[in-house]
């Protein structure tokens, strides 16, 4: 059974960080493609970044320099590190797997003062 867990949202003040995590089960973590995508109210699920199984990585344009993806396949868990957060970065944000095109349950990220 495929299991995609993500957690280290919340609320954060503009301009600060978050650490995003999802800890993947149910199939080989290193040979597949992960990525974040984010929906925010009344707007459609976006790709945030991906990162290959070589570790190639793409970032949207309105990340790029901010964020950064990583993977450990040791742990079978992908990271989003988010530094200098905007406002407009608020989002329900989610894991993606290229095995079986899985997703997680995600987990909100609101950036406000």
């Known amino acids: 059974q495929v299991q995609l867990v993500e957690s280290g949202g919340g609320l954060v003040q503009p301009g600060g960080s978050l650490r995003l995590s999802c800890a993947a089960s149910g199939f080989i973590f290193s040979v597949n493609t992960m990525g974040w995508y984010r929906q925010a109210p009344g707007k459609q699920r976006e790709l945030v970044a991906r990162i290959s199984s070589g570790g190639n990585t793409i970032y949207a344009d309105s990340v790029k320099g901010r964020f950064t993806i990583s993977r450990d396949n040791a742990k079978n868990t992908v990271y989003l590190q988010m530094n200098s957060l905007k406002t407009e970065d608020t989002a329900r944000y989610y894991c993606?797997?290229?095995?079986?095109?899985?997703w997680g349950q995600g987990t909100q990220v609101t950036v406000s003062s």
């Open positions: 993606y797997s290229s095995y079986q095109g899985s």
